[in-house]
């Protein structure tokens, strides 16, 4: 059965502290995987991913794809409390368009 | 703002009552999705629409039954439901079944 499996899966740092969030998976007929930053409600996309080893860039935030070890890592650098969110991480299957996502990593930034 | 609207923001309701959940998206995207957000569990995929045509149905019982009068609109109407069946209801639209796009969703509280 395809899985999206996340770690951790709750988080707590200080401002100004770096992290690094983890995404694996196994997942049949991958196209692309998918970064989402969840506050409130509604979460919002934060970066696609689909070739090995390029790193995506937005501003602090920062995303890489490893095929080979089937993962992904997820960095935010000098974390500000604006960063406390679930972050979600999604695997696009090619054969279905499904996207099958991790139960999300929740971060809270102490100030 | 993602260009997902839906209503109501929160919804409490007895076993026995009828009520329908609307979603409607401003982004010309061809798909439409339920997700179904639990405490501690990844997002289910519940229905997806592609140009209004229904293409997977996740097993999910019928006592939720969508509805997708065009490529814009997507409603879930609920009846009978049970208290396991409170949580978050998001809906999304994407393009191509790749970056999805979400709603502010529905907090579905059965009583």
């Known amino acids: 059965e395809d899985k999206v499996v996340q770690s951790p899966l709750s988080l707590v740092v200080h401002e100004g502290d770096t992290v690094t969030l983890n995404c694996s998976y196994e997942?049949?007929?991958?196209?692309?995987l998918l970064w989402y930053k969840q506050e409130k409600k509604a979460p919002t996309f934060l970066f696609m991913l689909t070739s090995s080893g390029i790193e995506k860039k937005s501003g602090r935030l920062s995303s890489i794809l490893d095929k080979k070890e089937l993962s992904s890592i997820l960095n935010i650098t000098a974390t500000q409390t604006g960063d406390s969110a679930i972050y979600l991480c999604?695997?696009?299957?090619?054969?279905?368009?499904?996207?099958?996502f991790g139960k999300g990593t929740r971060l809270h930034i102490l100030p | 703002e993602t260009g997902v609207t839906q209503t109501p923001r929160h919804l409490v309701m007895g076993m026995t009552n009828k009520k329908s959940l609307k979603c409607e998206q401003h982004?010309?995207?061809?798909?439409m999705y339920w997700y179904k957000q639990s405490a501690k569990k990844p997002l289910e995929l519940m229905f997806v629409?592609?140009?209004?045509?229904?293409?997977e149905n996740n097993s999910v019982p019928s006592r939720f039954s969508p509805e997708c009068p065009n490529s814009s609109h997507l409603f879930l109407h609920l009846h009978t439901l049970q208290p396991e069946d409170s949580a978050l209801y998001l809906c999304?639209?994407?393009?191509?079944?790749?970056?999805?796009?979400f709603g502010s969703g529905t907090q579905l509280s059965v009583l």
């Open positions: 982004l010309g995207h061809n798909a």
């Open positions: 999304a639209s994407s393009q191509e079944g790749q970056k999805l796009f």
């Open positions: 999604a695997v696009d299957r090619r054969r279905d368009d499904k996207i099958i």
């Open positions: 629409y592609n140009f209004k045509e229904q293409t």
């Open positions: 997942v049949t007929n991958f196209r692309s």
